[in-house]
């Protein structure tokens, strides 16, 4: 008896302790979250000087020159990488009012590429206010990238860093 009961007790300590769970160096499981943007504001600054080609239905180009009647906005925003959230602070452009300045109305979808080769489209339908092609994140003006398309509301797409052309078909 005193054998069984043994045997019984070390039985339940080997399930119990087998059953332990531990995050140690291991990522989150993914979610399908998306971020958001949590404040947006209008602010009066200057833009650092860029140059974005363009193609398709607008051929040219924009940059901080020919930008200089567009609102610069002070975006809050919290990124979700599929993995965890992060809070961050943005000075951008609307990607809309740009399109509203090249006096580009109708559009079936948008192309930004970067100099690196990754290129992100969307599609008319997708295209709304939470989307940004921004110069400034947390306070530090980024010089290696000077625009940087920024959208929190799209999960794992949202952002390419040094945008180089724009091609609008």
Do not use: W
Request: charged share 20%; hydrophobic share 40%.
């Amino acid at each position: 008896m005193k054998k069984v009961l043994l045997i019984t007790i070390m039985c339940v300590f080997m399930v119990v302790g087998c059953n332990k769970t531990e995050n140690v160096g291991k990522k989150p499981i993914p979610t399908t979250d998306v971020g958001k943007v949590v404040d947006i504001f209008a602010i009066n600054i200057t833009a650092p000087s860029f140059s974005v080609g363009t193609a398709g239905l607008y051929d040219g180009g924009f940059n901080n020159e020919s930008l200089k009647n567009v609102k610069i906005y002070d975006i809050k925003a919290v990124m979700n990488d599929g993995y965890e959230e992060e809070t961050h602070s943005y000075k951008g452009y609307k990607v809309k009012e740009i399109l509203s300045a090249l006096e580009i109305d109708s559009y079936e979808k948008l192309e930004f590429s970067s100099n690196g080769g990754l290129n992100v489209t969307f599609y008319s339908n997708e295209v709304d206010d939470n989307m940004f092609l921004f110069f400034e994140r947390d306070g530090i003006r980024l010089e290696n990238a000077p625009i940087n398309l920024l959208v929190p509301t799209q999960p794992a797409r949202y952002s390419i860093q040094n945008v180089q052309t724009l091609t609008i078909s």
